[in-house]
């Protein structure tokens, strides 16, 4: 049971170039998140989707884009990065809003 | 919009100690109430969660308690050990298809 699998795990970007995030679980969860995590910052959502074909933005979400591609998949996309966006990137998902959520390994991002 | 608040940042205990880390939150509506606790290096993981139609909630050496009037709730830990180090994050939300709104963390150091 892989649970959340998130893709991939390290990157090193330059300024201005784009990236995808991907993110996937098998558990028929209907909600999936994504958080950056900066040191002494916790866990700030960037967007989130309450459930297959919608999206909505969370505290951060300047700089990024999502996609929930369909029920298991849900993408995060950098158009053109910037080093602020240097951060560990979670994605998450459950079985509905207000319940517990499984966290993926996290992507650990550079950008230079 | 909910906001929630954790304190103390750090806390450092012996072994066998009890640790209590509080939090508060701004939003009445707010129903569901988890803990996740996060090693160095690694995702979070869901330790307790209580809702608010109880008032306390113990798993082993864990318990949760919440205060709905005042609007706030605590994790407490029993007989701390060393695997116990860790930050440890509170949440809330309120009902289904709501996000979780994280606090920004206690940094437990538990001392042989």
């Known amino acids: 049971n892989a649970g959340v699998t998130q893709t991939p795990k390290f990157q090193v970007l330059k300024t201005g170039q784009s990236m995808t995030l991907q993110c996937a679980q098998d558990?028929?969860?209907?909600?999936m998140y994504w958080y950056r995590q900066d040191p002494g910052m916790g866990l700030r959502l960037i967007y989130y989707?309450?459930?297959?074909?919608?999206?909505d933005k969370g505290e951060v979400p300047n700089g990024y884009n999502v996609s929930r591609l369909n029920k298991r998949e849900f993408s995060l996309r950098l158009e053109s990065a910037a080093p602020s966006q240097t951060s560990v990137y979670f994605c998450a998902s459950s079985p509905d809003g207000g319940q517990p959520q499984h966290f993926g390994d996290g992507t650990r991002l550079s950008i230079l | 919009g909910e906001n929630v608040e954790q304190h103390p940042s750090t806390l450092s205990v012996q072994e066998g100690d009890s640790a209590v880390i509080k939090c508060t939150y701004s939003d009445s509506a707010s129903n569901y109430f988890p803990w996740y606790k996060q090693e160095l290096g690694k995702r979070p993981q869901l330790i307790i969660d209580?809702?608010?139609?109880?008032g306390e909630k113990k798993d082993q050496r864990i318990a949760v308690t919440l205060n709905k009037t005042a609007k706030h709730f605590s994790l407490h830990i029993t007989e701390t050990q060393p695997e116990d180090s860790a930050v440890y994050f509170c949440a809330a939300s309120k009902n289904r298809g709501d996000k979780l709104i994280f606090g920004t963390g206690t940094r437990l150091q538990v001392f042989p």
């Open positions: 558990m028929n969860h209907n909600s």
């Open positions: 209580i809702r608010s139609n109880v």
């Open positions: 989707s309450a459930s297959e074909g919608t999206t």
